[in-house]
């Protein structure tokens, strides 16, 4: 009887659960025939965030608004009222850009060659004597380092603005033309210089109907400050000024843009962040920091002609070819598009790369005096976009490219020698130059860990870095005379190997219930990774300790100790890995950090040495740990630079009309920051807070004179190049834009 009530009962199941699932079955057939029941596929949306590489073409118009005055050259005082020039400007860009919401950011590196060229000139004539001065400045290249901030009225239309960091190549050439009817002069120098200050625009871009191209037509404003020196001098033939204004470059380009990165789906809220679609095989996305060794080779292919140093009738000195060795370190970060990957690198190396022109011999009244340079580069460091293709997974071969600097020293060395002892002389001028690298590599993943192994070549153009001259004698009926100096492309070419430690997977981002919208506070987990925009002031103490050996007894002059506020600005973005934050920071800063020397007699001359810090900025890594989720403790190091007016004046004491001279030129000097800090997020906001130190290190910046001799009564000389070094303690303030 049980087991005959358990079968009934088992039965009874059994037909009651058939039952519901036959329902069940039936009712999604019936609804599936509803024509409302059936969902639309979600829209398509194209991403504007992604890795980019594009080139651009436009015209510029530059102004230098100095007032040179002739009135030593000419017999009636004359000035040249600046320069104006214009010419067309083409090149190439590459960045990456975040999407949040209808916010759009970014991260530009760009490099433009140009046609800039224009001339002004003075002349007068005195009887049957004419003369002519010319001055010409041609701007060779530009380059920029820049934030980018915009905003989406429509998907596929794009409104920014942009600011950062910018560079120039400027020569500037200076002629004399003498005319009289027994004959003429002309003498020519064009001197090459690097340039830094800041760019700020605005633009737009659009899609051109596939998402992956995008067309750009901006606005770029460029201020480099004053270029030429300013100076007032007063004598007994009463005052003289030179004075100098702002060098400015205004640039309309258009452009056209790869976007690496595939069309998305939007979530339903309109104009929601859409995410980039990313393959499964990414193990080569990521922050990564590394160091690399290596050796290069330099060469330096200039003629100086030993006529216009003073040295002999005729030869000439030969640009060095230079080795030795190269190391350092490097950061960047990786994005993957299946088998493609694209990045953004920074790099440093300290180097060893040295070598000697030929040396001139010269036996004149009983001395033998024997001339060379010496060349040797001491640091090299650049800022590059990456893009390669992995054959296999574990293994990329890539190209790269971008801008690139290097700390250079030349050494003027000459020995005389007489039948009494022997004197050498050597004068040193240290040079930050700017150019272009770009090369080849290949990386590989050290078996299954997060350590890459690299091998690459790179090549560093950094065009002339010398000045060539020109002169012309035409003396009828004797012969004519000419002498020329001229500069050749310095170039580099390095190989070096290194290994990566590459951070990631990273760290999962908190979502709101509106997916990919912009992200409500979070609580109580809160997340670092995203791109930030924000603002900072402080103050700084700068040390130049270097002096400079005059022949009075105890007549040095140097030693300039600054200080002074700074504010500015910085844009980043940080990547998390759990507790790990890594990121890329560009900053910027105007600064009122300034100082002089003690004053100083020699002989009937008073001087003194002043400098005055008028911006710094830097390129920089960060790496930090969190303790908590809303506290950040990081360091920093990277690429900087810094404006410096330097001022030198001069007052006569003896008896008399008083003589007193001050000149202001401009200097730019490139070196490293490296610091550390801590920042909090204020409340559960997006608002972050941060208190942070940097040490800025531009090593020796000063040309120095040494002279040993064994002559008698000879007085050794040594003047100390010292280095210059700022520190600075600043607070600061950053809004960060949360995925």
Do not use: C
Request: glycine share 14%.
């Amino acid at each position: 009887m049980r087991l005959e009530s358990k079968a009934a009962l088992s039965a009874s199941r059994g037909f009651l659960l058939g039952s519901v699932s036959l329902l069940a079955l039936t009712g999604t057939a019936l609804a599936a025939d509803l024509t409302t029941a059936k969902a639309p596929p979600p829209p398509i949306a194209a991403s504007w965030a992604g890795f980019y590489l594009g080139i651009h073409g436009g015209y510029a118009w530059q102004r230098d608004s100095f007032s040179q005055s002739q009135a030593f050259a000419l017999a009636t005082p004359q000035s040249i009222n600046g320069i104006s020039a214009s010419g067309a400007v083409y090149g190439a860009q590459t960045g990456y850009i975040w999407q949040f919401g209808r916010a759009v950011t970014g991260l530009e590196l760009d490099f433009s060659a140009t046609g800039l060229k224009g001339s002004n000139a003075v002349s007068e004539t005195v009887g049957t004597d004419t003369a002519t001065i010319t001055r010409t400045e041609k701007v060779q290249y530009l380059g920029s380092a820049r934030a980018r901030l915009g905003w989406l009225p429509t998907p596929n239309l794009l409104l920014y603005g942009t600011a950062g960091l910018a560079w120039e190549r400027l020569d500037s050439t200076a002629e004399t033309l003498r005319t009289s009817p027994v004959g003429s002069t002309f003498s020519s120098t064009r001197t090459p210089t690097d340039k830094f200050g800041w760019v700020a625009g605005l633009g737009v871009e659009a899609m051109l109907g596939h998402p992956n191209w995008i067309g750009r037509v901006e606005y770029l404003h460029y201020n480099f400050g004053q270029n030429v020196d300013a100076s007032a001098l007063t004598a007994a033939i009463g005052q003289v000024n030179s004075t100098s204004g702002a060098q400015t470059i205004d640039l309309v380009r258009a452009g056209v843009s790869y976007k690496f990165g595939e069309t998305a789906r939007f979530s339903p809220v309109p104009y929601a962040k859409a995410p980039v679609m990313v393959s499964p095989r990414t193990p080569w996305a990521g922050f990564y920091i590394g160091a690399h060794g290596g050796y290069g080779w330099a060469d330096d292919p200039f003629s100086q002609s030993l006529v216009l140093l003073d040295f002999a009738p005729d030869g000439a000195l030969h640009g060095p070819r230079s080795k030795g060795w190269v190391a350092g370190g490097q950061f960047g970060h990786n994005w993957q598009y299946d088998r493609v990957v694209a990045g953004l690198e920074a790099d440093l190396s300290a180097a060893d790369i040295k070598g000697s022109t030929n040396t001139a011999v010269l036996a004149a009244g009983g001395t033998v005096s024997a001339l060379r340079f010496d060349e040797k580069v001491k640091y090299l460091g650049s800022v590059r976009g990456r893009l390669g293709f992995t054959p296999i997974d574990s293994l990329l071969l890539y190209g790269t490219a971008g801008l690139a600097w290097e700390k250079m020293e030349v050494a003027q060395v000459r020995q005389d020698t007489t039948g009494t002892g022997v004197t050498s002389t050597t004068f040193n001028t240290p040079s930050d130059r700017f150019g272009w690298v770009a090369g080849v590599g290949g990386e590989m993943m050290l078996g299954s860990t997060n350590w890459i192994g690299r091998l690459e070549y790179l090549h560093y153009d950094f065009g002339r870095v010398r000045s060539d001259s020109n002169l012309l004698l035409v003396a009828p009926p004797f012969p004519n005379f000419s002498a020329t100096s001229s500069a050749g492309r310095q170039t580099i070419d390095i190989l070096r190997a290194g290994v990566s430690y590459k951070f990631g997977p990273e760290a999962a981002t908190p979502v709101t219930a509106l997916a990919y919208a912009k992200a409500a506070p979070l609580a109580p987990l809160q997340s670092w990774a995203g791109f930030y925009l924000g603002a900072h002031a402080g103050y700084g103490w700068k040390e130049n300790d270097f002096s400079w050996n005059f022949s009075a007894p105890g007549g040095f002059v140097g030693g300039i100790k600054s200080s002074g506020w700074l504010g500015g600005g910085q844009a980043g973005y940080n990547w998390q890995y759990g507790r790990a934050v890594a990121g890329l920071e560009i900053d910027g800063s105007a600064t009122g950090i300034k100082g002089s020397s003690p004053t100083v007699l020699e002989l009937t001359t008073i001087a003194t040495l002043s400098d005055n810090v008028k911006y710094l900025g830097s390129l920089r890594g960060r790496l930090g740990f969190t303790p908590s989720s809303s506290w950040l403790l990081y360091a920093t190091g990277g690429l900087a630079f810094e404006r410096v007016h330097r001022t030198e004046a001069t007052a006569s004491t003896i008896p008399g009309p008083v003589t007193v001279a001050v000149i202001e030129s401009a200097r730019n000097h490139f070196g490293i920051a490296a610091g550390a800090g801590v920042e909090s997020f204020i409340g559960g906001s997006n608002w972050i807070a941060r208190l942070e130190y940097l040490h800025y290190d531009f090593g020796k910046v000063e040309a120095t004179t040494t002279i040993a001799t064994t002559e008698p009564g000879g007085t050794p000389t040594t003047d100390r190049g010292g280095r210059q070094t700022i520190d600075t303690v600043r607070a600061g303030l950053s809004y960060k834009f949360t995925p």
